[in-house]
């Protein structure tokens, strides 16, 4: 019993101090990053915590401290690189969204019967086995999860078929995939110089620079619109709320984020 306590306090100490450092480092070098939606599965998960790099890309108008960059243009920085997971501002409604980078400038883009290609090459794609989830709400939104195999009621297993995706570069990361879907067929997308092209892993699920920014879509997203580049996972929960200790994931604190 007495080590069941410890190690519960153990776990509180670094959710106090990884909030204590989010307060401290926001402003200069950091921001801190909640997932809310299920966009990004199964690289991030609804209830994921992180931090955004700001100085990753150099720092623009909206990641600047205390307004004091230029507002064209970035200070610093190395240039933004294929299969990175970024944080941006979206260029209409000012919301923040987390999404993987997968056009650069001049590249063109297009979704062939659910298989990315870029530059008029499909991109490798493996498959590699199911991704399993409890249909049950998820996250402070209670969220349910899209399923391959819906029907699926209340407290059954939801499954969406898990592939490794390699880009030109040789970055690799795991998509998930539900079925054939109105995005995954597309007209070729040409980034535009000074735009990036951006799509999230669960890519039937989420709403990306596939989707027209008329349909509140992301469309090209600019580059002064980027705040920074998502490299580590620091606390994950599972539950309605931060203090439902039970639905805290430690398996997936301190993770990297590939």
């Not at 996250?139 to 195999?149: A, D, E, H, I, K």
């Amino acid at each position: 019993m007495g080590d069941a306590v410890e190690g519960i306090w153990e776990t509180i100490k670094t959710v106090f101090w990884a909030l204590v450092i989010a307060g401290v480092f926001r402003t200069l070098f950091f921001q801190p990053f909640w997932i809310p939606s299920g966009s990004m599965k199964d690289t991030l998960l609804i209830g994921d915590f992180l931090f955004v790099n700001k100085m990753a890309y150099g720092y623009s108008q909206y990641s600047c401290p205390f307004g004091l960059c230029p507002i064209d243009g970035r200070l610093m920085g190395s240039e933004p690189e294929r299969g990175d997971v970024v944080v941006f501002r979206h260029p209409v409604n000012g919301t923040d969204f987390i999404k993987r980078l997968i056009g650069l400038p001049g590249d063109r883009i297009q979704m062939k019967d659910g298989v990315l290609h870029i530059n008029d090459e499909p991109v490798g794609m493996e498959p590699d086995g199911l991704f399993i989830e409890d249909m049950a709400p998820q996250g402070p939104q209670q969220l349910l999860p899209r399923c391959s195999n819906d029907p699926v009621g209340q407290g059954g297993t939801c499954e969406k078929a898990r592939f490794i995706e390699t880009l030109p570069n040789g970055t690799s990361h795991s998509i998930l995939d539900i079925g054939l879907g109105p995005n995954d067929n597309t007209p070729i997308f040409t980034v535009p110089e000074g735009h990036y092209f951006f799509m999230g892993d669960n890519r039937d699920n989420s709403t990306d620079s596939r989707v027209n920014q008329i349909a509140r879509g992301v469309g090209m997203v600019p580059a002064e619109n980027l705040i920074g580049r998502a490299d580590r996972i620091m606390f994950s929960s599972a539950g309605k709320s931060l203090f439902f200790v039970w639905t805290w994931r430690p398996d997936r604190f301190f993770k990297r984020i590939e």
